[in-house]
């Protein structure tokens, strides 16, 4: 089972950027796509990025495409996520979550498709 810790949330004026990222345990982890939800307050957790197993391929939602930025280092066992041009829209906290299937690139903007969550980290957006 593959444990998820994120870090780097907090409290930042719109406009500007912040960084998450996503530490994992375990051997396998660049068997599996990885991807950020977030789910802002009293709404839906959403899909927000993925990244394939490999690295090679990115997904974004609209919302964010041209403002985030998803890698991952499968040396480390890391995800990050760079948030540019934030706007009050974006408060939310944000997860990382591992697919629970080996070797795809598919599945990734449903949360049902995953199967290891972090604890979550709250990002605010001021304006």
């Known amino acids: 089972q593959v444990q998820l810790v994120e870090s780097g949330g907090g409290l930042v004026q719109a406009g500007g950027s912040q960084r998450l990222s996503c530490a994992a345990s375990?051997?396998?982890?660049?068997?599996?796509?990885m991807a950020w939800f977030r789910q802002p307050p009293g709404k839906e957790r959403q899909f927000v990025a993925a990244?394939?197993?490999?690295?090679?391929?990115?997904y974004y939602a609209d919302s964010v495409k041209g403002r985030f930025t998803i890698s991952r280092d499968n040396a480390k066992n890391t995800v990050t996520l760079q948030m540019n041009s934030l706007k009050p829209e974006d408060t939310a906290v944000y997860y990382c979550?591992?697919?629970?299937?080996?070797?795809?690139?598919?599945?990734?903007?449903?949360?049902?498709?995953?199967?290891?969550w972090g604890q979550g980290t709250q990002v605010t957006v001021s304006s």
């Open positions: 979550a591992k697919l629970r299937y080996v070797g795809v690139n598919s599945y990734f903007t449903d949360p049902d498709a995953f199967d290891s």
């Open positions: 375990g051997r396998t982890f660049s068997n599996y796509l």
């Open positions: 990244i394939g197993y490999r690295g090679r391929n990115t």
